[in-house]
């Protein structure tokens, strides 16, 4: 979608191909959900509608119609029963997904303040995703939106819909890489991007190639790409507004295609494996959203990026590999190699002493199987994961606390080196946190295990499509807004 403008006039003065409207219950009765602008009579003509057409009131239903109170056709959205900003989000999120073919939509739904108005642009705006970089889309996607709202002389409104802008397109563009073909989007070309988005920006890029990774030691994310034609790279991201708040770093796993390496994946296992780079493209988006936004917090993003690849060049299964720290592991599994790639990453991080630092990756299956494909695990300092699952809840991702036992950290011990790069049978995802967790030393950390929400590979739901969906690019920001050393 190229804009959302507001509109604080009469509806019939407001120029669209389609009006969308709202309907919710009230004391089990489907009643018509409609901003102020719509007048009484319309309102009532629109209940008569509900009744004869027995419209759903179920979030994200979509039922279009035609009333001569209206010069336009209306399509009719179900919000559900006392929406919340995320319910508004997602329903005018399904609402634009299903609108498209329409050019222009204007939206006329209750908003009782900034918050809302804030909600339903943002929906409009990841709803109106589609990616046709290599298939024409079979209906054009909605262009413009305009909210219809008598709070849209507010200034508190229009900067909740400049932020939804800047938001979504950081959701929109880690949307893009994530669902860009490995064969396009490898290491190099992952750097190049970077480079691209930080453009006219006061973000600083500076990129280690394979022969900066191995004189500066980086022995994780080297080993990780050893199988690749394609070599690694590092890319660092620093954002750093005068007078800043606090400093804080995020690592994201950037792994273009994940092949398993010579612990070879099975065939089925490796369609969707070009997502294996969704917690760097969140990273890199959620820096540039925070330098677009000027948000007064010091940020410094690294996107570890390799090709997990079997080849004769390829690491082995009992290689013992030197991480930038100076940590020894031996690694029994190809497949585990994201911790690699984040462990080099998140040592190079805790250098600079930030307030704190976040790592997000897609990093286990584990985590799939405990909290399925909507949810995302959090692990870390008690404090900090309390603050993602906070952040999460109020940007309308879903985020849920995982422990890490200490008695996992057996699992991690290896005869012959410091560390195992996997650990037992049982509890993958917290052997992984905890593995990480050795790189960070006394730095409050948390880790996002963004493995099940990152990629969506069945219906549409909500502003959701299929493929990649920007996960954690929105808690990230939420929290830069609010963080405190």
């Not at 057409?53 to 109170?69: N, P, Q, Y």
């Not at 860009?180 to 992952?190: K, M, S, Y």
């Not at 020894?328 to 307030?355: F, H, K, S, W």
Request: proline residues 5%; negative net charge; hydrophobic residues 45%.
């Amino acid at each position: 979608m190229n804009t959302v403008d507001l509109h604080a006039k009469k509806l019939s003065a407001l120029k669209s191909d389609i009006l969308l409207l709202g309907a919710t219950k009230v004391d089990d009765k489907v009643v018509p959900f409609c901003g102020s602008q719509v007048s009484e009579k319309a309102d009532a003509a629109l209940a008569a509608l509900i009744d004869t057409l027995d419209v759903s009131c179920k979030e994200g239903s979509v039922t279009k119609v035609v009333s001569d109170e209206f010069s336009i056709p209306v399509a009719i959205v179900g919000v559900g029963e006392d929406p919340s900003p995320e319910a508004l989000r997602r329903a005018v999120g399904s609402a634009i997904r299903s609108l498209a073919g329409y050019s222009h939509v204007a939206i006329a739904l209750p908003a009782s303040g900034a918050e809302e108005v804030g909600a339903i642009a943002e929906g409009a705006l990841l709803g109106s995703y589609a990616f046709a970089q290599y298939k024409k889309c079979d209906k054009d996607p909605v262009e413009k939106v305009t909210i219809a709202t008598t709070l849209a002389g507010e200034k508190d409104v229009k900067a909740a819909v400049e932020r939804a802008s800047i938001l979504s397109s950081a959701v929109n563009r880690a949307r893009d890489l994530v669902n860009i073909a490995p064969n396009d989007l490898f290491p190099e070309t992952f750097a190049d991007y970077a480079t691209q988005a930080a453009k006219g920006l006061k973000i600083k890029v500076d990129i280690l190639d394979e022969k900066k990774l191995d004189a500066g030691g980086y022995g994780g994310i080297l080993a990780v790409g050893m199988g690749s034609t394609r070599p690694p790279r590092l890319v660092q991201l620093s954002y750093s507004p005068a007078k800043a708040s606090g400093h804080v770093a995020l690592v994201g796993k950037g792994i273009t295609f994940d092949s398993g390496g010579l612990s070879l994946k099975p065939g089925k296992g490796m369609e969707t494996m070009k997502c294996d780079m969704a917690g760097a493209a969140a990273v890199l988006n959620a820096v540039v959203a925070a330098a677009e936004l000027k948000l007064p917090v010091k940020v410094t993003g690294w996107l570890a990026l390799a090709e997990n690849m079997p080849s004769g060049g390829a690491q082995r299964p009992g290689d013992i590999i030197t991480m930038l720290d100076g940590t020894t592991v031996e690694v029994l599994n190809t497949d585990a190699e994201g911790r690699l790639v984040m462990a080099d990453a998140l040592a190079r991080a805790v250098q600079d002493e930030p307030d704190a630092v976040l790592d997000v990756a897609t990093l286990t299956g584990a985590a799939v199987v405990a909290l399925g494909e909507r949810v995302a695990g959090v692990m870390g300092d008690d404090e900090l994961r309390s603050d993602v699952v906070a952040a999460a809840d109020a940007a309308g991702e879903a985020f849920w606390p995982m422990p890490l036992p200490e008695e996992l950290n057996d699992g991690l011990k290896s005869p012959v080196a410091d560390l195992q790069n996997i650990g037992g049978r049982w509890g993958g995802m917290l052997s992984a946190g905890l593995f990480l967790k050795h790189f960070v030393k006394d730095t409050p950390w948390a880790h996002l295990d963004i493995a099940g929400p990152a990629f969506h590979e069945h219906a549409p739901y909500g502003y959701t499509g299929k493929g990649g969906t920007g996960f954690a690019v929105r808690t990230l920001v939420n929290l830069l807004e609010n963080f405190e050393k």
